[in-house]
Antibody, heavy 116, light 107 residues
């Protein structure tokens, strides 16, 4: 069945770089788009960016200068890297598969705290 | 970027009551609109896709509609398990954008 699972450090130092991995199963990264979404505690959902099935990417313009999304199709993994982390980057990060336009499957999310 | 204006931000309703949540798109997005329900500590769950299609396993008391660039999620008879936060998502173009969310509580 379709599954997505985020992994990464729970704690990151301010100004450091965050590296997250989304490991997928049950579908091919070359057939489906995978998005990253984040959610600060008690707040709404923010779209971060997408790895299109063809291998290109798009980013939220507010994060574009700090964000990079890549993938390894052989390992069924999509990667998120974001630099210059600040306290406002303390959120839960989700990866999600795009179905017919919607995000039909989501990972469980990974909480990341930015603190020294 | 396409803006999604969701209302109300919070809503208190009684069991069996009809509930309606709306999202207004800043431009034409066709039927590229999805609704999600999120419960505390959980990932969002797809409820409606294509503006009006019910996702698998979602009770038939949920429905979605569209009038121009205004989209609505309707719960015909509110149940306890429907409590949570609801978000709309425009899937017409990148960047994807979510509505601000509606917190649905029991009165």
């Amino acid at each position: 069945q379709v599954q997505l699972k985020e992994s990464g450090p729970g704690l990151v130092q301010p100004s450091e770089t965050l590296s997250l991995t989304c490991t997928v199963s049950g579908f091919s990264l070359t057939s489906y788009n995978v998005h990253w979404v984040r959610q600060p505690p008690g707040k709404g959902l923010e779209w971060m960016g997408v790895m299109w099935s063809g291998g290109s990417t798009d980013y939220n313009s507010a994060l574009k200068s700090r964000l990079s999304i890549s993938r390894d199709t052989s390992k069924n993994q999509v990667f998120l890297k974001m630099n210059s982390l600040q306290s406002e980057d303390t959120t839960t990060y989700y990866c999600a598969r795009e179905g017919t336009g919607d995000f039909d499957y989501w990972g469980q999310g990974v909480m990341v705290t930015v603190s020294s | 970027d396409i803006q999604m204006t969701q209302s109300p931000a919070s809503l208190s309703a009684s069991l069996e009551e009809i509930v309606t949540i709306t999202c207004q798109a800043s431009q034409d997005i066709g039927n590229w609109l999805a609704w999600y329900q999120q419960k505390p500590g959980k990932s969002p769950q797809l409820m409606i896709y294509g503006a009006t299609s019910l996702a698998d396993g979602v009770p038939s008391r949920f429905s979605g509609s569209r009038s121009g660039t205004q989209y609505s999620l309707r719960i015909s008879r509110l149940q306890v398990e429907d409590i949570g936060i609801y978000y709309c998502l425009q899937a017409y173009s990148a960047p994807r954008t979510f509505g601000g969310g509606t917190k649905l509580e029991l009165k």
